[in-house]
């Protein structure tokens, strides 16, 4: 495998000190704020998220790790008074959950941002530094749709460069700006891939744009290409954006009623909030991102 410190990757370690949480998120400040405010003009919106239907908790809890179960397993419980509570199993890194990644989510090597020891981070009682505590209160900033897939979903195997990224913006009239979110639509849905069908996925150099670009957060309907574009490089979004940009990831959105939506109204920027659970100390949750127009 080729050695990272030789592909010249961006990096933003250190760059927000060593006790940062938020990485890319510090890019989002009030001014950015403010500019996402005045994108709310009509009162439409539209989910990010993929529905879930819950399994019954009556199989293996390991079951939750395969694409073809439900990220939810659910048990039913009665009070006897007249009032039916639940007890829900969740695997937040599935492919059929749309979650937000904390960036100690990914390590690189032994350590986690903004440098770590990956043992000390990562412990059977939690995750002690970088989770989901740094993003618990929510995120709110303009949100820009790039629609790859109009027409059409992206090829099997396409890696989506800087060029891609660009001519999605002067078709659709829209510039990233430092602080966005970008959502990116393949046109693949979350399902499991067909064997010998490789999905599209982010290039390297894509994540550079980004990086130049100072986007603070990323989603879409795929991410990293599977199998790897490059077996041989780091995974360009896990390995890179997240590991090394300290950049969170919305995996698993489902982004067809936002892409109907931006059609409609011919605009491709919105404001996106972000609620997660107020759940501390994880690697990742499940969230509904909302896109309003």
């Not at 694409?67 to 048990?75: A, F």
């Not at 960036?103 to 970088?130: C, K, M, N």
Request: overall charge negative; some cysteine.
């Amino acid at each position: 495998m080729a050695d990272p410190n030789d592909l010249d990757l961006p990096d933003n370690w250190g760059r927000w000190g060593s006790d940062d949480e938020l990485g890319t998120l510090n890019l989002i400040d009030d001014e950015v704020r403010a500019r996402a405010a005045p994108e709310v003009r009509t009162g439409r919106w539209a989910s990010l998220a993929q529905p879930i239907t819950p399994n019954p908790m009556i199989s293996s809890p390991f079951a939750p790790t395969t694409v073809d179960v439900s990220p939810v397993q659910q048990m039913m419980s009665h009070t006897g008074i007249g009032v039916a509570a639940d007890l829900m199993l969740v695997t937040n890194h599935h492919a059929k959950s749309t979650h937000i990644d904390a960036l100690a989510h990914w390590s690189t090597g032994s350590e986690v941002y903004p440098g770590r020891p990956r043992d000390q981070v990562v412990t059977a009682a939690g995750i002690t530094f970088a989770s989901t505590t740094a993003f618990a209160a929510g995120i709110v900033t303009r949100g820009v749709l790039l629609d790859l897939a109009v027409g059409e979903p992206l090829p099997s195997g396409h890696a989506v460069t800087s060029s891609d990224l660009e001519d999605a913006e002067q078709r659709q009239g829209v510039e990233i700006q430092s602080g966005d979110a970008l959502a990116v639509r393949f046109g693949w849905p979350a399902d499991p891939l067909i064997p010998g069908r490789p999905a599209p996925g982010i290039s390297l150099d894509a994540v550079r744009w980004m990086h130049r670009r100072g986007v603070a957060l990323y989603t879409g309907d795929r991410g990293d290409a599977y199998p790897p574009l490059d077996a041989d490089g780091p995974s360009p979004l896990h390995g890179v954006a997240l590991g090394r940009m300290a950049m969170p990831l919305i995996d698993g959105a489902q982004l067809d009623d936002l892409a109907t939506l931006c059609a409609e109204l011919e605009r491709y920027s919105f404001l996106l909030a972000v609620g997660p659970p107020r759940i501390h100390g994880l690697t990742g949750v499940t969230v509904n991102p909302l896109a309003i127009f």
